[in-house]
Nanobody
Framework: QVQLVESGGGLVQPGGSLRLSCAASRTIYSGYVMGWYRQAPGKQRELVATFTSGGIINYANFVKGRFTISRDNAKNTVYLQMNSLKLEDTAVYYC?????????WGQGTQVTVSS
């Protein structure tokens, strides 16, 4: 069973930046979708950004131009670079790995944007 461990959350002022990391416990070679979701208090979990094993990237409209998803295959790690953060970006951010037959979630990391 693959495990996902997120890190990099914290408190940042509006306009600031954070980089989230999600490390998988082993290599996933193909046939997967990996990415980031978030859940704000009182709201449903929503997609932020994902990429497929084939390299197709998808961003939610509300983060286009501000967030960048990337991966380091050698480290089995996915990153989410978040720039120009807004108050409404405050949420718990979850890493997700989807594959045929299942889906795995990380434990989540809190991102708080506040002045």
């Amino acid at each position: 069973q693959v495990q996902l461990v997120e890190s990099g959350g914290g408190l940042v002022q509006p306009g600031g930046s954070l980089r989230l990391s999600c490390a998988a416990s082993r290599t996933i070679y193909s046939g997967y979708v990996m990415g980031w979701y978030r859940q704000a208090p009182g709201k449903q979990r929503e997609l932020v950004a994902t990429f497929t094993s084939g390299g197709i990237i998808n961003y939610a409209n509300f983060v286009k131009g501000r967030f960048t998803i990337s991966r380091d295959n050698a480290k089995n790690t996915v990153y989410l670079q978040m720039n120009s953060l807004k108050l409404e970006d405050t949420a718990v951010y979850y890493c997700n790995l989807g594959f045929a037959g299942g889906s795995i979630w990380g434990q989540g990391t809190q991102v708080t944007v506040s002045s």
